[in-house]
C-alpha cells in the first residue's frame, strides 16, 4: 500500500456539543468491530468501520471515506462495484439510471476499461486507481435507484485480466481490501481486510495521514479493539 498526498481538504461544517466523557467533537475513530451479520466472511478477514465519534452522518466523514478509499486505490487496479437497490414507486419499479447511463460513459470516454453488467441493478468494472467520476455522477444524476459502492483491491503480484475474472475472485473471498462506501447513517467507510494479503497498520497509516492533512482528531473509544 502506498501513501497519497492531495491538494484538497474537508468541507466547512459545524459540530452539535457532545457531553464530556465523549472524545472531541469533531474526532473521528477507526476500528474494528463484529462483521455485520449478511457478511459470511472467512476467518482470516477483519473488518474495520470509520465515521464520527458523535454516532450520527456527518459530511465531513463522508468527505474523509472518500479521501481514504483514493489513497488507497491509487497505482492499483480497483474492480468496482455498483449495486443498485430493488425499489419501487407507486407499484412501478425505480430503473437504475446510474448504471444505464454510466456504463455508456464508461464505453465512450474509457473504451478499455474491463465492464460486466452482471444483471439489471449490478454493474461492475476493472479500472487503475479510484475512478473520481463515478460518485459525482450519481449524485447528479436525475433521480433514480438508489446504489451502493464498493472498491475491491487484489494482491500487486498479479494482473486481473477483466472485469468478470475479478468477480470470481471477490466471490471467493480471493482480494486483499475491500472498501465500502456508505454516504448515511454513524460510519463513512467499511473495510473488510484479508490479514493473509494486507498491511494492516500500512491502512492505518493511510487513515491517519488523510485526518491529520484535514486537521481532524482521529480518537478510537477505549472499548473499540486497537491496531
Known amino acids: 500500500m502506498r501513501l497519497a498526498n492531495f491538494p484538497f481538504g474537508a468541507k466547512k461544517f459545524k459540530f452539535t456539543s457532545l457531553p464530556n466523557d ?5 474526532s473521528m475513530q477507526f476500528a474494528s468491530w463484529p462483521a455485520p451479520p449478511y457478511e459470511r466472511l472467512p476467518s482470516n478477514f477483519l473488518y474495520y468501520e470509520f465515521g464520527p465519534n ?15 478509499i483514493e489513497a488507497l486505490c491509487r497505482f492499483r487496479q480497483v474492480l468496482t462495484v455498483v449495486q443498485a437497490h430493488k425499489e419501487f414507486h407507486r407499484g412501478h419499479q425505480i430503473p437504475p ?3 444505464d447511463r454510466y456504463i455508456e460513459t464508461l464505453q465512450k470516454e474509457q473504451p478499455t ?9 449490478k454493474l461492475a468494472y476493472l479500472s487503475t486507481g479510484y475512478d473520481q467520476k463515478i460518485l459525482p455522477t450519481y449524485y447528479t444524476s436525475p433521480m433514480g435507484a438508489t446504489c451502493d459502492f464498493s472498491f475491491y483491491l487484489f494482491p500487486e503480484t498479479g494482473y486481473l485480466l477483466d472485469a468478470k475474472y475479478a468477480l470470481e475472485r471477490v466471490a ?21 481486510m484479508n490479514q493473509n494479503a494486507v498491511d494492516i497498520q500500512c ?7 488523510i485526518c491529520a492533512q484535514n ?13
Open 22 to 26: 465523549d472524545p472531541p467533537d469533531g
Open 54 to 68: 458523535c454516532g450520527e452522518s456527518n459530511p465531513v466523514a463522508i468527505e474523509l471515506g472518500k479521501q481514504i
Open 97 to 99: 439510471l446510474l448504471i
Open 113 to 121: 476499461i474491463s465492464v460486466c453488467r452482471v444483471n439489471e441493478l
Open 172 to 192: 471467493a473471498h480471493q482480494y486483499e481490501l475491500k472498501l465500502a462506501y456508505v454516504d448515511h447513517g454513524p460510519t463513512a467507510l467499511e473495510m473488510y
Open 203 to 209: 491502512v492505518r497509516n493511510v487513515v491517519e495521514k
Open 215 to 227: 486537521s481532524v482528531p482521529l480518537i478510537n473509544p477505549p472499548t473499540t479493539e486497537q491496531l
